[in-house]
């Protein structure tokens, strides 16, 4: 297993390209100028809406300002993330997340204004400029959160103060994946390693479970230095989104998440009840891996160990060769996209300490997404680029067969194709895996999505939920509330693991357990 110190180590082919975005500094800045000027015009186009000419003029640069904004957002938000802690990496985020706010201020008036219209006026937008059926189930859905859009200033308001205080996310990233020291483990070969967040998953499935003991001491040490800290943050964060909620007229922010989604609070109290009476499933999931492993107590340290004993590592290009493999099904067109994501360096693989945990894929309107990952060389890593491809390939078909306006899926969506593609590649070695072992690897890798994607998935929604119900009844997000809700959750899935999950064991899925948060549309 190859293993990396810096991003300076890692060979340009495991990296990906961003220069379709802006091949240097000088056409970023360029781009930013050409984005900031039609930003401006957009104002010159208050009270547009009495002609549907204008309106169709002023939606046309909107948009434009929209694709050119994203591509200059997504192209900061990847090098930051590449590196972390970088100054210059941080202040050209910052920058493009400031225009955002011009751009969401200098647009505030058109909701209001198009609000004001009697039906008939409406129509009549339509019938005076037929182009702007282009824009129709756009405006239309601007229709439906007639009570909820605010008047001009005060939505000018609500964007700074949005913008402003929306940083939760950055924060908890820099000190989880840069801040933090974890400490060092010494594993059997006699090597030592850096413990990180991306790495941490990985040292979790050591087979000797001394190591995988102390590396779960050791980390889950150092972020209980910060439960308290982060338990603020996440209390600031999920403040936030109430008053703003209250202030556009929301019951409460969940009802205000839901709204966007456009589900009803009773598909998700299906959702929870049907996987919560069903639980017994997951109970007997983990009473098997524990029988599986040999061990008398799965303890929480346990959890993460992979069930299927194979050894068997995958090299980058192995694994992208298996994942094609495992897809074929899905035919030859949907091939040539995968292989766009593979050829041209649409992946930054490796991992070191510095670079952001996780895996997502990040797209816009106009270019294709890319693809972080912590490549690990095991099954678990084929599966995570199997899944992020899957987005990928996913928004390919979405640009290449929607206008600018219609390329933002709904996470919910997005979710089905990603999954899809782990289904098959499970499926795939568990029919043609070179061993045995490989082919319970891949039955194994199954259970494990199942599990993840949709018991532990609903339960953090629910956590989630949970949080925000806390906040509108006057409650605080505390490190206690976490605590006692973490492991009120956990005991029921686990049953018969071992398991305390406090608030900084918490602090570690913040990205997963806001799965309603903001931009789920694009970072997946």
Not at 221 to 233: F, G, I, M, P
Not at 367 to 376: P, T
Request: hydrophobic share 35%; glycine share 4%; proline share 1%.
């Amino acid at each position: 297993m190859q293993k990396y110190n810096s991003r300076s180590e890692v060979p340009e082919e495991f990296k990906w390209d961003l220069t379709p975005f802006f091949k240097n500094e000088e056409e970023f800045n360029s781009t930013y100028e050409e984005c900031s000027k039609l930003i401006k015009e957009l104002a010159n186009y208050v009270g547009c809406t009495k002609d549907g000419n204008k309106v169709y003029e002023f939606l046309n640069k909107q948009v434009e300002a929209m694709a050119l904004w994203e591509d200059l957002y997504v192209y900061s938000y990847l090098i930051n993330d590449q590196e972390l802690g970088i100054s210059d990496n941080i202040v050209r985020k910052n920058k493009t997340e400031k225009l955002e706010m011009e751009l969401m201020q200098n647009s505030s008036f058109f909701a209001p204004e198009l609000l004001k219209l009697s039906k008939e006026e409406y129509e009549n937008l339509f019938t005076t400029c037929s182009d702007l059926e282009e824009y129709r189930a756009d405006l239309d859905k601007t229709y439906r959160e007639k009570e909820h859009i605010l008047t001009e200033n005060e939505e000018k308001i609500v964007a700074e103060l949005t913008t402003a205080m929306n940083h939760y996310d950055d924060m908890s990233s820099n000190l989880l994946n840069s801040q933090h020291n974890y400490g060092k483990v010494k594993l059997e070969d006699g090597s030592v390693v850096t413990i990180a967040t991306n790495n941490y998953r990985s040292l979790m499935r050591n087979k000797n479970r001394d190591i995988r003991k102390k590396v779960y001491n050791l980390f889950n040490k150092k972020l209980s230095e910060y439960s308290q800290t982060n338990a603020s943050l996440l209390n600031s964060y999920v403040s936030m989104n109430e008053a703003i909620a209250k202030i556009r007229k929301y019951k409460s922010s969940w009802d205000a998440k839901l709204f966007h989604l456009n589900l009803s609070d009773k598909v998700f109290k299906a959702l929870v009840n049907t996987t919560e009476s069903n639980y017994n499933v997951v109970n007997k999931y983990y009473d098997l891996k524990r029988r599986v492993l040999g061990l008398d107590i799965l303890n929480r340290y346990d959890v993460s160990l992979e069930m299927a004993q194979s050894d068997k590592e995958y090299t980058i290009s192995e694994a992208q060769q298996l994942v094609r493999d495992a897809i074929k099904p899905l035919g030859e067109e949907y091939l040539a996209k995968y292989d766009k994501v593979i050829n041209n360096r649409y992946v930054d693989y490796c991992q070191y300490k510095g670079k952001c945990s996780g895996g997502y894929s990040f797209s816009t309107m106009r270019q294709d997404s890319r693809i972080l990952m912590s490549f690990n060389y095991n099954l678990d890593s084929v599966s995570t680029l199997a899944h992020e491809a899957g987005h990928n390939v996913h928004h390919q078909f979405v640009n290449l067969n929607n206008p600018l306006q219609y390329r933002f899926p709904s996470s919910i969506v997005a979710e089905v194709v990603s999954l899809t593609n782990e289904c098959l590649l499970s499926s795939y070695l568990a029919e043609h895996g070179e061993t045995k072992e490989e082919k319970l690897a891949g039955i194994a890798n199954i259970l494990g999505v199942i599990t993840s994607n949709l018991f532990d998935a609903v339960r953090e929604g629910k956590l989630e939920q949970d949080m925000y119900k806390e906040v509108l009844k006057n409650g605080m997000v505390t490190k206690d509330f976490l605590d006692k809700k973490s492991k009120s959750s956990l005991k029921k899935l686990y049953a018969k693991v071992l398991f305390f999950i406090t608030a900084d064991v918490f602090a570690k899925h913040n990205k997963t357990v806001l799965l309603f948060g903001d931009r789920t549309n694009t970072r997946l």
